[in-house]
Structure formats: C-alpha cells, structure tokens
C-alpha cells in the first residue's frame, strides 16, 4: 500500500508551528506583541503563572481593576474585541490560576463576574450577546466553586449573594445543578438561617438551592401562600410532598389546588369546571400511590389517558399486570384512542404503539373525520397499504382532498398522491371508483381556480 503524501508543512497547525522551534516563535510572538495590548497581557499572565500563583493573580487584578474602573463607552465595534478578551481571562483562571490555586481562582472569578454591572452600562449590546456570556459562564463559576470546598467556596459565594443578590441570584441559580449538594445546603442556609421568607428572586433561587440539597421543606418555604391554590403550583407541591412519604400533606395540598367551577355573574349559578390540568391529574396519581390506593391510581391513568393519549400511561398500568390482564388493558387502550373526539390524535395512538388493525379499523369507521393536512398522514398511509388497502386508501384520499382545497402550488404533490390513489384503488375494495373521486377533486381544484389535468 502506498504511503499517505505528508501533510504540507506550510499548514498553520500546531505540530507544524512546533517544527519553528522556541526562539522562532518567541520571536514572532515579541513582534505580534508590539502592536497588540492584548496579546501582550496574555503572554505576560501565561509567563506569571510559571513564575507561580501569586503572579499571575496580580497580572489577572490589574486587568480585572482596569476593566471594572474604566468609563470609556465600548461602541458595538469594539464590543467583539471585549468579548474575546474577557473569554480569554476566564480561561487563564479556569485553565491556568484553577490547578495552581483555588482559592485565588474562585476570587478572581467571582471579580470576573463582578464586572458585568460596569460594563452593562458602557457597552452597547443590543443582542445580549453579553448577558448571555455571563449566563453561560455560570456552569463554570458552580464547578469551580464546588471543587474549592464548602469552607472555602461557602463565604465567597454567600458575601456576593448578600451584597449582590440581583445578579448573582441569577448566576448562582443557573449553576445550581452543578454545584456540589454540600455547598448547595451550606448557600441554602446562609439564605433562611434567621431571616424572613424569602421572595422574589431570592425565593426562585432557594428552589433552585433546595432542589440540589435534597431540602424539601426549604423549597416548601420559598412557595408563595398566594400561588399554592394555583392548580400548576399545588400539583407540584403534592408531587414531590407525594413522593417524600408524606402522603396526608400530600393530599392537602393538591386539593387545595383543585380547580373550581367559576360563578356565573348573570345566574350566580356554579359553571361547569373544565377538567382538571395534565399536571394536576398525574400529582393526583402521585398522591394516591403514596397513599396505597394502587387501583384508584390505576383508574386516574385512565382518566387522564382519555384527554391525552399518552402511551406512557398504558405502560405504567399494564407494567403491573398479570398475564391476559395485561391484554385486556391494551384492548381498553385502544378502544379509548378509537373513540377519541379528534380522530387524527386516536389514530396517532394507535399507529405509534403500533396497533395497525384496529387503526385500519378506526379509518374506516370514522371516515368522514379524516383530515388530510396531518403531517404523518403519508407514513401512516404507507404503512397500512400492504395489509389495509382500504383504510390506506382512505388516507391518501383525505391527503389529496386536503392538498386540493390548498390550491396554488400543490400541483405537483397533488398528482402524485393521486397517483397513489389510483394504484390502492386497483386492490381495495372501496367506494366511489377512483374515476369518481378523481372528479371530485377536480370539482374541489376549480372553485380555487380553472379546472386542472
């Protein structure tokens, strides 16, 4: 086997700029460095943490001082540059100050976030690219900061969410489910410890701390009184009380959040509830499992199935069944989706699960139904054409119904379902003719426009 050709040496890549040796590069890097300030910082941060720590934290402040300090306006011209470089100190802490020193890591970079309320009001960003730099970087502030320790990351983090709350709630929330759970409960504390009930953002971000710690009753507390008679926010809370065992406040609190019919302001009569939210009704399966009550949760699956159709919930149920038991659940299933108000979302269930004959079935019995416009309409009519001529029939021809009364540019697409049509027709035996149907499209394409071949 021949050799591979090398690869021209003129490439910019790393193994090619190695062969240069270290004075060639020192010397095009002193160049470069002349007419660049930029560079010129960097090179000095990279030589001061070889000297060691301490070093390059001094280069890393003088360029953090200087940023926070400065007044001059960063035009959206500018506003590029700017980024880079604050990229590029993050990654002299994280990459180079980090594996030398922690905890003068830690600090540097929380002066790195430091900054965005100087430069917030000096730097035209429109798009948010800023905003969005900081965000993201706050993964990166929670790994750091939990691989400095509790006791060391635990004072640091606390003192700028005290002083600081507005932006670091927001930066501390977002790295929430990278912080270690002991630092998580150590900021959860400094929080609650001997101080009001939390609101607001401070509220959002004890949530977010009480997820990462495990503290379920923390998270309790920074709810809204106000918000628990919400059916989102009560079934919430009955779901995770429901899922610690602790089934009685489970219960109150999801009916506490059970809608209510409205009052009629003309009758002053109740009106009828509309049913109960998704996530009420699954908090509500949630509750009566806690509580033991296994076939009552059996029969809130199916009825939350007949509004959704979720082949999730089938599973849960026929999960816990005996042999032809089992069975006997999969034909209820099917005889929920067949009969569901919207014909086009029961026939999803049953083609998805995959039950194509009683699919085939629920085609031809509710024909008249069929709407066309459904994107999967295509696929599901092909895979019923070997074994459900009829019922893929059915299918294409509520897809050329559909296409037809589109008009203007369907033509193409509308001839070859037509097509399809007619080669189903030929082994289905189904009325009217294809000749038939065919005429009936013509008859629906000229009410939009002359009549088309």
Known sequence: MAKAAPKPKKTVSEANLATLGAER???????????????????????????????LALELDKRLVSLAESRAKVSWRKRPG????????????????????????????????????????RVSDPKGEMTLMFDEASADLAVLASGAGVDVAGPVLGEALSTRLSEW????????????????????????????????????????????????????????????????????????????????????????????????????????????????????????????RKDDADEARWRLFANTLSPELIREIVAGLADFDDVEALDRAFGVAAGHPDVMRGLGFLMNWPALREAAALVLSRRDELRGAVEDV???????????????????????RALARLGNGMDDELRAVLSEAEGLAANADLEPSHAVFAGEIDGLISRKRPVWR
Do not use: Q
């Open 169 to 292: 709630a927001s930066w501390v929330g977002r790295g929430a489910g990278d912080l270690s759970p002991e630092l998580a409960r150590r900021l959860l504390h400094d929080l609650t410890a001997g101080r009001p009930r939390p609101t607001g953002r401070a509220a959002l971000l004890v949530r977010k701390l009480a997820d990462r710690s495990g503290d379920l009753d923390a998270w309790l507390t920074a709810v809204p009184d106000d918000d628990r008679a919400k059916p989102e926010v009560g079934s919430e809370i009955a779901r995770r009380l429901a899922t610690a065992g602790r089934p009685d406040e489970a219960r109150a609190a999801l009916e506490a959040a059970r809608p209510v019919a409205p009052t009629s302001r003309w009758s002053r009569k109740d009106v009828t509830p509309e049913p109960p939210p998704e996530p009420w009704l699954r908090a509500e399966i949630a509750v009566l499992l806690a509580e033991g």
């Open 25 to 55: 590069l020192a010397a095009l890097l002193i160049e470069f460095a002349t007419g660049d300030a930029a560079l010129k910082r960097r090179l000095r941060m990279e030589l001061s943490a070889e000297v060691g720590p301490g070093d």
């Open 82 to 121: 700017l980024l880079t470089e604050l990229r590029a100190i993050k990654r002299v802490i994280l990459e180079r100050l980090a594996p030398l020193d922690t905890r003068l890591a830690l600090d540097r970079l929380v002066a790195w976030f430091d900054l965005y309320v100087p430069l917030r009001s």
């Open 378 to 400: 295509p696929l599901w009519s092909g895979r019923l054409a070997a074994r459900y001529p009829e019922a893929a029939l059915l299918l294409v021809r509520a897809r050329a």
